[in-house]
């Protein structure tokens, strides 16, 4: 069963950091990306960076370059997500997903699967 688990969410001041992180399970982690992806209150999941597994392309949205990096740890099947530098408007819930489509880059949810529960991150001003 593929599984996906997210942690490292919580409250940080406008200009602080945080990490998240997406633990995977269930399938073979090399062959996939993972992509972060971020859904306020009223608004629709949005895609925020990911990761190609085999070769360690990454990708990020507009909003979000220069800010945020993300990496992945294949032995620990293990994706992550350094936020810097946040902003009320990065206030979001934050969820990793399989990248099952061959165009997985241009960071469409659509385009992704198999989401974690997603972890709460709350940017105050």
């Known amino acids: 069963e593929v599984q996906l688990v997210e942690s490292g969410g919580g409250l940080v001041q406008a200009g602080g950091s945080l990490r998240l992180s997406c633990a995977a399970s269930?399938?073979?982690?090399?062959?996939?990306?993972i992509g972060w992806f971020r859904q306020a209150p009223g608004k629709e999941r949005e895609g925020v960076s990911c990761?190609?597994?085999?070769?360690?392309?990454?990708y990020y949205a507009d909003s979000v370059k220069g800010r945020f990096t993300i990496s992945s740890d294949n032995a620990k099947n293990t994706v992550y997500l350094q936020m810097n530098s946040l902003k009320p408007e990065d206030t979001a819930v934050y969820y990793c997903?399989?990248?099952?489509?061959?165009?997985?880059?241009?960071?469409?949810?659509?385009?992704?699967?198999?989401w974690g529960q997603g972890t709460q991150v709350t940017v105050s001003s």
């Open positions: 997903g399989v990248g099952y489509s061959g165009s997985y880059y241009y960071l469409t949810a659509r385009d992704f699967g198999s």
């Open positions: 990761i190609s597994n085999s070769d360690g392309t990454t």
């Open positions: 269930g399938f073979t982690f090399d062959d996939y990306a």
